[in-house]
């Protein structure tokens, strides 16, 4: 076809479908390497969702030694790079082609290569949540200061999830990061303004506060931990003050939603709390790229 034949207003002289194909081209690749780049990310989730409890119980064992006078336990190197991965079951090191997302898993046929024990599901499962989520907000928000941003937005909130599925623990060295990291990127009003990041930061955390001690004033329990407070506040820090009640009614209606099915249909011990930071999470990566035009289109406000 010649493009010169063609009878078309922009100064190019190129069809204005031409431009369209290409931008929803450029998105299709863009999203597509996000999400390769998920795998490999999710595969690195894996790691920091199984060591950083870990890391965290070998220094409170520390602390307590030490401050009691006893023996310190000795110490290997245990940190997110060493030592290898390794079979939980037999010990065998897991090299670079037994390490590929997802692809790995299936060659192995989910399990061991040396003691045929089975590998969890939940490894590539987790690989590909990350990379679908990837893929999604790549394709959203596109491969600029917003899109790479939400990827770290995002990767910081499956691994939080995860690890508050499995100790109900959310680590300081992932939500006080978090927490900064949206602070530094609305410096440049990527997601809202520093104005409404700071306000959001600290509502996020006093609202929780506040319900906190008004629970345990009435019931003479704790409703949540400390790590709920934090996590809100990064998501006030990443989203603005405007998207913590939908954050708060979204991730509250899920939990009681989870909960009510548990307890039906699972016949969940009541008295074994539901941790409630993967539904914060699952809400603050919903709300990210819908949050505003929800507002905007059901309230009515401009943010």
Not at 37 to 44: T, V
Not at 203 to 232: E, H, P
Request: with cysteine; hydrophobic share 50%.
């Amino acid at each position: 076809m010649n493009l010169n034949s063609l009878q078309v207003a922009n100064p190019g002289n190129l069809p204005i479908h031409f431009f369209a194909d290409l931008m929803v081209g450029s998105s299709i690749v863009a999203s597509s390497l996000a999400a390769i780049f998920g795998l490999l990310i999710g595969s690195f989730l894996n790691v920091v969702i199984y060591r950083i409890p870990k890391m965290m119980q070998r220094d409170i064992d520390h602390f307590i030694a030490e401050h009691r006078g006893e023996e310190l336990p000795p110490q290997t190197v245990f940190n997110l790079m060493l030592p290898r991965s390794a079979c939980p079951h037999c010990g065998h090191l897991i090299n670079a082609i037994q390490n590929i997302p997802v692809l790995s898993f299936l060659a192995l046929g989910g399990k061991c290569s040396a003691c045929k024990a089975p590998i969890s599901i939940r490894y590539p499962l987790i690989e590909l949540l990350t990379a679908s989520v990837s893929f999604g907000l790549v394709w959203h928000f596109g491969f600029g200061m917003a899109g790479i941003s939400s990827l770290l937005f995002s990767y910081f909130l499956i691994a939080l999830a995860l690890i508050d599925l499995d100790t109900q623990l959310l680590p300081d060295n992932l939500t006080l990061p978090l927490m900064w990291c949206g602070l530094l990127v609305n410096t440049q009003g990527v997601f809202c303004s520093l104005h409404s990041a700071v306000i959001g930061a600290a509502v996020g955390y006093g609202s929780l506060w506040i319900f906190y001690w008004a629970f345990k004033l009435v019931t003479g329990k704790d409703g949540m931990g400390y790590g709920d407070f934090k996590l809100l506040a990064a998501l006030g820090a990443w989203g603005g003050w405007a998207l913590l009640p939908l954050i708060i009614l979204f991730s509250s209606l899920t939990g009681a939603l989870v909960g009510l099915c548990l307890i039906c249909f699972a016949k969940h011990d009541r008295t074994v709390p539901i941790p409630f930071g993967p539904f914060l999470a699952i809400a603050g990566l919903f709300m990210l790229p819908f949050g505003n035009s929800i507002i905007e289109k059901y309230l009515g406000v401009m943010l």
